[in-house]
Protein backbone atom coordinates (compact mmCIF):
# COMPACT_ATOMS: atom_id res chain seq x y z
CA UNK A 1 0.00 0.00 0.00
CA UNK A 2 1.30 3.48 -1.07
CA UNK A 3 1.83 6.34 1.41
CA UNK A 4 -0.02 8.35 0.30
CA UNK A 5 -3.06 5.96 1.06
CA UNK A 6 -1.82 5.29 4.18
CA UNK A 7 -1.85 9.10 5.05
CA UNK A 8 -5.57 8.92 3.79
CA UNK A 9 -6.92 5.73 6.01
CA UNK A 10 -5.00 7.68 9.06
CA UNK A 11 -6.79 10.74 8.38
CA UNK A 12 -10.15 9.04 8.06
CA UNK A 13 -9.69 6.74 11.34
CA UNK A 14 -8.08 9.76 13.52
CA UNK A 15 -11.44 11.17 13.08
CA UNK A 16 -13.56 7.91 13.04
CA UNK A 17 -12.10 7.38 16.72
CA UNK A 18 -11.49 11.06 17.88
CA UNK A 19 -7.99 10.42 18.22
CA UNK A 20 -4.48 12.42 17.60
CA UNK A 21 -0.98 11.73 16.67
CA UNK A 22 1.62 13.70 19.13
CA UNK A 23 4.84 12.83 17.48
CA UNK A 24 8.75 13.77 17.84
CA UNK A 25 10.42 15.40 14.92
CA UNK A 26 13.50 12.78 15.90
CA UNK A 27 10.32 10.01 14.31
CA UNK A 28 11.12 8.90 9.83
CA UNK A 29 10.11 12.27 7.96
CA UNK A 30 7.17 9.97 6.82
CA UNK A 31 4.92 10.45 9.71
CA UNK A 32 5.21 14.11 9.92
CA UNK A 33 2.58 15.23 7.80
CA UNK A 34 0.18 12.36 9.91
CA UNK A 35 0.75 14.11 13.34
CA UNK A 36 -0.84 16.58 15.07
CA UNK A 37 1.81 17.64 17.10
CA UNK A 38 5.31 17.68 15.77
CA UNK A 39 7.84 18.92 17.96
CA UNK A 40 11.05 18.67 20.31
CA UNK A 41 10.61 17.62 23.93
CA UNK A 42 9.84 20.67 25.08
CA UNK A 43 6.70 21.82 22.53
CA UNK A 44 5.38 18.04 22.96
CA UNK A 45 5.27 18.65 26.80
CA UNK A 46 3.96 21.83 26.19
CA UNK A 47 0.85 20.73 24.15
CA UNK A 48 0.18 17.80 26.61
CA UNK A 49 0.25 20.54 29.14
CA UNK A 50 -2.31 22.37 27.15
CA UNK A 51 -4.58 19.51 26.32
CA UNK A 52 -5.49 17.41 23.67
CA UNK A 53 -8.79 17.52 22.09
CA UNK A 54 -9.29 14.02 21.26
CA UNK A 55 -10.19 10.95 23.40
CA UNK A 56 -7.17 8.64 21.84
CA UNK A 57 -3.58 10.14 21.74
CA UNK A 58 -1.48 8.01 19.67
CA UNK A 59 2.65 9.21 20.47
CA UNK A 60 5.27 8.63 18.39
CA UNK A 61 8.19 8.56 20.63
CA UNK A 62 10.37 6.58 23.13
CA UNK A 63 7.54 5.22 25.74
CA UNK A 64 8.54 7.26 28.23
CA UNK A 65 7.08 10.56 26.28
CA UNK A 66 3.96 8.35 26.18
CA UNK A 67 3.99 7.78 30.06
CA UNK A 68 4.55 11.57 30.79
CA UNK A 69 1.47 11.86 28.70
CA UNK A 70 -0.42 9.35 30.59
CA UNK A 71 0.22 11.19 33.85
CA UNK A 72 -1.03 14.13 32.72
CA UNK A 73 -3.98 13.37 30.46
CA UNK A 74 -4.93 10.67 32.97
CA UNK A 75 -8.69 11.16 31.20
CA UNK A 76 -7.29 10.13 28.00
CA UNK A 77 -6.55 6.95 25.98
CA UNK A 78 -2.69 7.03 25.59
CA UNK A 79 -1.13 4.20 22.93
CA UNK A 80 2.29 3.61 21.36
CA UNK A 81 2.25 1.40 17.98
CA UNK A 82 5.50 -0.16 19.33
CA UNK A 83 7.28 0.14 22.49
CA UNK A 84 10.75 1.59 21.68
CA UNK A 85 12.97 2.27 25.09
CA UNK A 86 15.37 5.11 25.16
CA UNK A 87 18.72 3.53 26.25
CA UNK A 88 19.05 6.66 28.73
CA UNK A 89 15.81 6.96 29.64
CA UNK A 90 15.77 3.53 30.73
CA UNK A 91 19.44 3.84 31.96
CA UNK A 92 20.59 1.25 35.32
CA UNK A 93 22.59 4.47 36.72
CA UNK A 94 19.46 6.46 36.31
CA UNK A 95 17.26 3.82 38.42
CA UNK A 96 15.19 5.75 41.36
CA UNK A 97 17.66 3.49 43.87
CA UNK A 98 20.62 4.62 42.64
CA UNK A 99 19.57 8.01 42.74
CA UNK A 100 17.79 7.94 45.95
CA UNK A 101 21.44 7.34 47.39
CA UNK A 102 22.96 10.13 45.68
CA UNK A 103 20.48 12.28 47.27
CA UNK A 104 20.61 11.12 50.98
CA UNK A 105 24.40 12.00 50.45
CA UNK A 106 23.78 15.70 49.70
CA UNK A 107 20.72 17.02 52.40
CA UNK A 108 18.47 19.49 51.67
CA UNK A 109 19.51 20.50 48.29
CA UNK A 110 17.31 21.03 45.07
CA UNK A 111 17.35 18.47 42.72
CA UNK A 112 17.08 18.94 39.24
CA UNK A 113 16.47 15.97 37.05
CA UNK A 114 16.63 15.15 33.02
CA UNK A 115 13.28 14.61 31.43
CA UNK A 116 14.99 11.70 29.84
CA UNK A 117 15.31 9.41 32.93
CA UNK A 118 13.17 6.90 34.17
CA UNK A 119 9.53 7.91 35.00
CA UNK A 120 9.92 6.28 39.13
CA UNK A 121 13.32 8.48 39.04
CA UNK A 122 11.03 11.80 38.27
CA UNK A 123 9.32 11.40 41.79
CA UNK A 124 12.76 12.04 43.30
CA UNK A 125 12.69 15.70 41.49
CA UNK A 126 12.19 19.52 42.32
CA UNK A 127 12.28 20.05 38.71
CA UNK A 128 12.53 18.38 35.75
CA UNK A 129 14.12 19.79 32.83
CA UNK A 130 13.88 19.15 28.82
CA UNK A 131 16.92 18.86 26.34
CA UNK A 132 18.42 22.06 25.42
CA UNK A 133 17.07 23.75 28.69
CA UNK A 134 19.11 22.28 31.84
CA UNK A 135 21.57 25.90 32.20
CA UNK A 136 18.25 27.59 32.13
CA UNK A 137 16.58 25.52 35.20
CA UNK A 138 19.57 25.02 37.11
CA UNK A 139 19.89 28.98 36.94
CA UNK A 140 15.89 29.02 38.24
CA UNK A 141 16.64 26.90 41.23
CA UNK A 142 16.39 29.28 44.44
CA UNK A 143 19.81 28.83 46.47
CA UNK A 144 23.26 28.66 45.50
CA UNK A 145 23.83 24.56 45.12
CA UNK A 146 22.00 22.19 42.93
CA UNK A 147 22.23 18.13 42.03
CA UNK A 148 21.93 17.15 38.97
CA UNK A 149 21.37 13.69 37.19
CA UNK A 150 20.64 13.39 33.51
CA UNK A 151 22.66 12.95 30.08
CA UNK A 152 26.54 13.28 30.90
CA UNK A 153 27.22 15.97 27.80
CA UNK A 154 24.76 18.19 28.50
CA UNK A 155 25.29 17.98 32.56
CA UNK A 156 29.03 18.49 31.19
CA UNK A 157 28.26 21.73 29.44
CA UNK A 158 25.81 23.04 31.85
CA UNK A 159 28.72 22.69 34.35
CA UNK A 160 30.28 25.22 32.19
CA UNK A 161 27.79 27.66 31.80
CA UNK A 162 25.61 27.95 35.23
CA UNK A 163 26.55 30.60 37.79
CA UNK A 164 25.19 27.91 40.40
CA UNK A 165 27.23 25.35 42.49
CA UNK A 166 26.13 22.03 40.74
CA UNK A 167 26.89 18.54 42.39
CA UNK A 168 26.91 16.46 39.49
CA UNK A 169 25.52 12.82 39.99
CA UNK A 170 29.17 10.94 38.76
CA UNK A 171 27.10 7.91 36.95
CA UNK A 172 25.32 9.97 34.38
CA UNK A 173 24.96 7.72 31.25
CA UNK A 174 25.97 9.08 27.75
CA UNK A 175 23.76 9.42 24.79
CA UNK A 176 25.79 7.05 22.21
CA UNK A 177 24.03 8.94 19.07
CA UNK A 178 25.01 12.11 19.85
CA UNK A 179 28.16 11.37 21.18
CA UNK A 180 28.99 9.70 17.68
CA UNK A 181 30.07 13.50 16.22
CA UNK A 182 33.47 14.65 16.47
CA UNK A 183 35.14 17.99 16.02
CA UNK A 184 36.55 16.87 12.67
CA UNK A 185 32.99 16.94 11.29
CA UNK A 186 32.59 20.26 11.97
CA UNK A 187 35.45 20.88 10.64
CA UNK A 188 35.27 18.80 7.53
CA UNK A 189 31.77 20.61 6.99
CA UNK A 190 33.27 24.25 7.35
CA UNK A 191 35.83 23.76 4.83
CA UNK A 192 32.98 23.26 2.57
CA UNK A 193 30.67 25.61 3.22
CA UNK A 194 32.84 28.19 5.30
CA UNK A 195 29.58 30.94 5.01
CA UNK A 196 27.73 28.45 7.00
CA UNK A 197 26.63 28.26 11.09
CA UNK A 198 26.92 25.01 13.19
CA UNK A 199 24.30 24.51 15.27
CA UNK A 200 24.41 21.72 17.38
CA UNK A 201 22.49 19.67 20.19
CA UNK A 202 23.79 19.86 23.50
CA UNK A 203 24.33 16.04 24.00
CA UNK A 204 26.95 16.23 21.57
CA UNK A 205 30.81 15.64 23.19
CA UNK A 206 32.25 18.94 24.19
CA UNK A 207 34.66 18.97 21.42
CA UNK A 208 31.42 19.42 19.13
CA UNK A 209 30.28 22.23 21.61
CA UNK A 210 33.37 23.89 21.49
CA UNK A 211 33.71 23.86 17.63
CA UNK A 212 29.89 25.02 16.93
CA UNK A 213 28.19 28.71 16.90
CA UNK A 214 25.62 27.48 18.68
CA UNK A 215 24.34 24.98 21.12
CA UNK A 216 20.68 24.66 21.56
CA UNK A 217 17.66 22.39 21.56
CA UNK A 218 16.40 21.37 18.45
CA UNK A 219 12.67 23.26 19.28
CA UNK A 220 15.00 26.56 19.41
CA UNK A 221 17.17 25.54 16.89
CA UNK A 222 13.92 25.19 14.18
CA UNK A 223 13.01 28.56 15.45
CA UNK A 224 16.47 30.28 15.19
CA UNK A 225 16.79 28.47 11.49
CA UNK A 226 13.59 29.93 10.36
CA UNK A 227 14.39 34.11 11.54
CA UNK A 228 17.84 33.79 10.20
CA UNK A 229 19.29 35.50 7.59
CA UNK A 230 21.93 32.91 7.24
CA UNK A 231 21.05 30.30 4.03
CA UNK A 232 23.55 27.57 5.12
CA UNK A 233 23.24 25.73 8.25
CA UNK A 234 25.02 22.01 9.63
CA UNK A 235 23.27 20.71 11.99
CA UNK A 236 24.58 18.69 14.84
CA UNK A 237 21.10 16.79 15.39
CA UNK A 238 19.60 13.47 14.95
CA UNK A 239 18.58 12.75 11.58
CA UNK A 240 14.48 12.97 11.36
CA UNK A 241 14.59 16.82 12.56
CA UNK A 242 17.37 17.38 9.73
CA UNK A 243 15.13 15.32 7.54
CA UNK A 244 12.15 17.98 8.60
CA UNK A 245 14.39 21.07 8.40
CA UNK A 246 15.46 20.45 4.77
CA UNK A 247 11.77 19.99 4.07
CA UNK A 248 10.69 22.71 5.55
CA UNK A 249 12.95 25.42 4.48
CA UNK A 250 13.58 24.52 1.00
CA UNK A 251 15.28 27.88 0.01
CA UNK A 252 17.86 27.19 2.47
CA UNK A 253 20.80 24.69 2.64
CA UNK A 254 20.76 22.14 5.39
CA UNK A 255 23.79 19.81 6.00
CA UNK A 256 24.18 17.09 8.46
CA UNK A 257 26.77 16.93 10.38
CA UNK A 258 27.34 13.22 10.51
CA UNK A 259 25.55 10.17 9.36
CA UNK A 260 25.97 8.04 13.04
CA UNK A 261 23.65 11.26 14.29
CA UNK A 262 20.70 8.71 13.65
CA UNK A 263 18.39 7.20 16.78
CA UNK A 264 17.27 3.90 15.87
CA UNK A 265 14.88 4.24 19.31
CA UNK A 266 12.53 6.82 16.52
CA UNK A 267 12.92 4.75 13.46
CA UNK A 268 10.09 1.86 14.57
CA UNK A 269 7.67 4.74 13.60
CA UNK A 270 7.02 3.88 10.41
CA UNK A 271 3.63 5.35 8.80
CA UNK A 272 2.28 1.12 8.32
CA UNK A 273 2.72 1.07 12.50
CA UNK A 274 0.34 4.45 13.06
CA UNK A 275 -1.84 2.83 11.06
CA UNK A 276 -1.84 -0.39 12.67
CA UNK A 277 -1.89 1.58 16.13
CA UNK A 278 -5.54 3.44 14.74
CA UNK A 279 -7.04 -0.27 13.06
CA UNK A 280 -5.89 -2.40 15.93
CA UNK A 281 -5.85 -0.44 18.88
CA UNK A 282 -1.41 -0.34 19.86
CA UNK A 283 -0.66 -0.80 23.27
CA UNK A 284 -1.99 1.53 26.27
CA UNK A 285 0.27 2.92 28.54
CA UNK A 286 -1.26 3.64 31.70
CA UNK A 287 1.03 5.01 34.84
CA UNK A 288 -0.02 4.33 38.67
CA UNK A 289 -1.92 7.34 39.96
CA UNK A 290 0.36 8.37 42.59
CA UNK A 291 3.38 8.12 40.38
CA UNK A 292 1.30 10.08 37.85
CA UNK A 293 0.14 12.95 40.22
CA UNK A 294 3.90 13.71 41.24
CA UNK A 295 5.04 13.23 37.22
CA UNK A 296 2.44 15.45 35.89
CA UNK A 297 2.78 17.97 39.15
CA UNK A 298 6.30 18.34 38.11
CA UNK A 299 6.36 18.94 34.27
CA UNK A 300 3.02 21.44 34.82
CA UNK A 301 5.22 23.24 36.69
CA UNK A 302 8.57 23.67 33.25
CA UNK A 303 7.58 27.24 32.52
CA UNK A 304 6.28 27.96 29.32
CA UNK A 305 9.29 30.01 28.60
CA UNK A 306 12.96 30.35 29.61
CA UNK A 307 13.02 33.62 27.32
CA UNK A 308 14.05 30.69 24.74
CA UNK A 309 12.39 29.72 21.50
CA UNK A 310 10.48 26.55 22.08
Partial sequence: MKNETIKQKISQLKK???AAILAHHYAPVEVHDVADVLSDSRGFFEAVKGGIDADILIVLAPTFFAEITAAMLPDKTVIVPVHSECPVANHPNLSFEKIADFKEQHHDIPFVCYA??????KLLADLVCVPGEVVQTIESVEGSKVLFAGERNCANDALQKTTKEVI???LNPICN?????????VQYWRQQYPESQVLVHPECKGEVLDSADQVMGTGEMY????????????LGTEMGFWERVKKEFPD????????????????????????????DGGTRIRVDPVVANKVAALFNQIPDKFGIAA
Avoid: G
Avoid at 116 to 121: G, Q, R, V
Fill in 252 to 279: KQIIHLSPFLMCNVFKVFRIETVLNALE
Fill in 177 to 185: VYNSANASD
Fill in 116 to 121: TSPLKT
Fill in 223 to 234: QHIADSEVDTFI
Fill in 168 to 170: DYP
Fill in 16 to 18: IKN
